[in-house]
């Protein structure tokens, strides 16, 4: 695909259960980044990996999130034991490795969770 | 430190007039500083960007100002028209590594 694709597009469930998020980068990107939009809080960072390593993980809200990527590819965004202010947009960007300053990270359509 | 400061939080302008929006950051290590369009159900869409040596970018109508002494940079959306109307955020990034946005400015322009 030509761009980042996140799945699924919607996720409803209730407090208390697990959600896996998914993201697919652009082919080639080694860069990946997760974050989170909810109202009042705007765009959060969350998590960065630079091919399969996370060297930033600090906006992790708690140790109820954690995230993995495999192949330098696909990266899984796993939230364990729902809450209810977990509800929000999960936004996924991917980015070439820097290079001269430039860090042209582009966005998935995100995925919106929202927890019962 | 990493904090990035955007105002107005809304803005309406009529069709052909000029949208401008302004951020401050503290932390002087940023190095890297995007502005992005947003529309309602899309993520947000990489509009124009500029590094610090630079004090004005031009893409089309879009042009940032940066001020790096002040801390300051700007966009100024020439021209609006009504499909200008989306939420623009600014961000700032050191050494490619996380993004730090600002607030959002929801801006409408009226036909």
């Known amino acids: 695909g030509a761009g980042v694709s996140q799945s699924p597009s919607n996720k409803v469930t209730e407090k208390g259960k697990d959600v896996e998020l998914r993201c697919d980068p652009i082919s080639g990107h080694t860069a990946l980044y997760w974050y989170r939009q909810s109202l009042g809080q705007g765009l959060e960072f969350l998590i960065y990996f630079q091919g399969n390593s996370a060297p930033d993980k600090s906006g992790l809200p708690s140790d109820r999130f954690s995230a993995e990527r495999t192949g330098g590819s696909v990266s899984t965004l796993t939230i364990q034991r729902t809450q209810q202010e977990d509800s929000a947009v999960y936004l996924c960007?991917?980015?070439?490795?820097?290079?001269?300053?430039?860090?042209?990270?582009?966005f998935g359509p995100g995925t919106r969770l929202t927890v019962l | 430190q990493q904090q990035v400061k955007q105002s107005p939080q809304s803005l309406i302008v009529q069709k052909g007039g000029i949208s401008i929006i302004n951020c401050a950051y503290e932390?002087?290590?940023?190095?890297?500083f995007p502005w992005y369009q947003q529309f309602p159900g899309k993520g947000p869409a990489l509009l124009i960007a500029?590094?610090?040596?630079?004090s004005e970018k031009k893409e089309g109508r879009f042009t940032i100002s940066f001020n790096k002494s002040a801390k300051q940079f700007s966009l100024h959306i020439m021209d609006s028209q009504p499909g200008d109307s989306a939420t623009y955020f600014c961000?700032?990034?050191?050494?490619?590594?996380?993004?730090?946005f600002g607030e959002g400015t929801q801006l409408t322009v009226n036909p």
């Open positions: 932390n002087t290590a940023f190095d890297y």
């Open positions: 960007a991917s980015s070439l490795v820097w290079t001269s300053g430039v860090n042209e990270q582009f």
């Open positions: 961000a700032a990034s050191r050494s490619g590594s996380r993004l730090t």
């Open positions: 500029i590094r610090p040596d630079v």
